[in-house]
């Protein structure tokens, strides 16, 4: 059974920097991506990793860098420079299928974890 978990959320100020991360359980990974959800919004991509290559939304790109840990069937999303528009909930996702590279930035990955609050706000 597949499960994807993710911690980490917090409130924070703008500027501020914060690490999410997701435990997979069940099995391994090789495409592995970040989404997040505002209120009142639809899920956006944030990043992706496939296999060694790494994917941002433009929104942040230079901020957020998105790793991995095989050993630990771990990743993480390693966030600065915060902004408030960056308050949404997070949520881990993971592929088993070869996706190729345009599905890796749309919410369509089979396994989804429960999500993590982010709050930007001074």
């Known amino acids: 059974q597949v499960q994807l978990v993710e911690s980490g959320g917090a409130l924070v100020q703008p500027g501020d920097s914060l690490r999410l991360s997701c435990t997979a359980s069940?099995?391994?990974?090789?495409?592995m991506g970040w989404f997040r959800q505002a209120p009142g919004k639809e899920r956006e991509f944030v990043a992706a990793?496939?296999?060694?290559?790494?994917y941002y939304a433009n929104s942040v790109k230079g901020r957020f860098t998105v790793s991995k840990d095989n050993a630990k069937n771990m990743m993480y999303l390693e966030m600065s420079s915060l902004k408030p528009e960056d308050t949404a909930v997070y949520y881990c996702?993971?592929?088993?299928?070869?996706?190729?590279?345009?599905?890796?930035?749309?919410?369509?990955?089979?396994?989804w974890g429960q999500g993590t609050q982010v709050t930007v706000s001074s």
């Open positions: 069940g099995r391994t990974f090789d495409i």
């Open positions: 996702a993971a592929d088993s299928r070869n996706l190729i590279l345009s599905s890796l930035w749309t919410p369509n990955y089979e396994y």
């Open positions: 990793l496939r296999r060694r290559n790494s």
